[in-house]
């Protein structure tokens, strides 16, 4: 299993307490809630390993963590009821397979154009967070 000692989704802990709240395993991957929730219900599908792209995973595994966002992004539907969510893969800096699922309102926050990535406008205390968490994962199938 490859790792890096630097990332976040690899070593959890203060790295990963700076942007994200783990919520669970998923089969090849682990969900992820962005502390940033100008989307409500904003998570992030993070894969097992530290690769950077996902042609460098088998296509076993590639099927297996689309198999992760489409449950990560089910949980989601039910549990927020969002018009939308919009799905990005980034990782220009960080270098790991992930993919923000992002539930868009259509009378919220930037309804109608792309999701700023970290808007750093809404921040949440920690029975909000975990009411959240407890959301999602009632509703994961």
């Known amino acids: 299993m490859a790792i890096d000692n630097n990332c976040g989704y690899c070593v959890g802990g203060e790295p990963l307490a700076k942007f994200g709240i783990k919520i669970c395993d998923l089969d090849v991957s682990q969900l992820i809630l962005f502390k940033e929730q100008s989307h409500k ?11 950077s792209e996902i042609v460098d995973i088998s296509d076993e595994d590639r099927n297996k963590f689309f198999a992760d966002v489409n449950r990560a992004a089910k949980a989601i539907h039910k549990a927020f ?61």
């Open 81 to 141: 009821n969002p018009d939308k969510v919009n799905y990005g893969a980034y990782g220009d800096t960080g270098c790991h397979l992930h993919m923000h699922l992002v539930p868009k309102y259509k009378d919220g926050y930037e309804w109608g154009g792309v999701f700023e990535m970290n808007p750093q406008k809404v921040f949440l205390s920690d029975a909000e967070y975990d009411e959240l968490i407890k959301q999602i994962k009632d509703n994961l199938e």
């Open 41 to 51: 219900g904003r998570c992030i599908v993070a894969y097992k390993d530290h690769v």
